[in-house]
């Protein structure tokens, strides 16, 4: 099993409309997590950290199921600047490890 | 306050040529990073820092040597290049405990070995 694992995508998702990604780890020592977010052809930049009691941000929530080794990361009201690919990070040995990341389109 | 930049943005190397990545922050941070970005595999850890003189091995180190002389500046080093190494090279500080703490990105080099 892979230490983070993703579905790609693409969602193809209408603007306003809510969407929700699942991110899979395999550590279960692992102690902190993180959404990025990166845009084509740019560095990835921290979007939320992942707290065990659940986090939100303005539209965007994210929670951590410790039990089954899963985070998720939900955007309300979906904007076409939320257009980007979302990767899921993990704090697995001694750093971090990143996902492969989902790509998310949001199409007018 | 520029943040992290990286020096140069883009290079075509030769199989066989030797180069150097810059990496310079200046949030004085204390611990600063190397990755590769390939279509596919993610971001994969090269090597990291976790303070001025020290250096450690990451994910994928070979091939790779790295140093950390001054606080706000990480160098990347290619000895002999290789087309496996054709990849985006993203930079990262931050200032806390690795795996804890926010990480800041550079912008990014895109080397091509060819």
């Known amino acids: 099993r892979k230490e983070v694992e993703q579905d790609p995508g693409p969602f193809n998702v209408p603007e306003g409309a809510t969407v929700a990604f699942n991110c899979t780890y395999s550590n279960s020592a692992s102690q902190s997590f993180f959404w990025y977010r990166q845009d084509c052809r740019k560095e990835p930049k921290l979007l939320m950290s992942v707290y065990s009691s659940g986090n939100e941000d303005g539209r965007f929530t994210a929670q951590l199921n410790r039990a089954s080794q899963y985070i998720s990361l939900l955007i309300r009201d979906s904007k076409l600047s939320d257009s980007a690919t979302y990767l899921c990070v993990v704090n697995v040995w001694n750093g971090l490890t990143f996902g492969k990341g989902t790509h998310l389109i949001i199409q007018p | 306050n520029a943040g992290v930049t990286q020096t140069p943005k883009f290079r075509v190397l030769k199989t066989g040529q030797s180069m150097t990545l810059l990496c310079a922050q200046d949030m004085n941070h204390e611990y600063m990073y190397w990755y590769r970005q390939d279509p596919g595999m993610g971001l994969r850890l090269i090597h990291y820092?976790?303070?001025?003189?020290?250096?450690a091995k990451g994910e994928v180190p070979d091939g790779y040597n790295v140093s950390r002389l001054k606080k706000q500046n990480f160098l990347l080093g290619l000895e002999s290049a290789a087309p496996s190494q054709t990849s985006v090279y993203f930079c990262?500080?931050?200032?806390?405990?690795?795996?804890?703490?926010?990480?800041?990105f550079g912008p990014g080099t895109r080397l091509t070995v060819t």
């Open positions: 820092s976790v303070g001025e003189g020290t250096t």
């Open positions: 990262a500080s931050s200032s806390g405990r690795t795996g804890f703490n926010e990480q800041y």
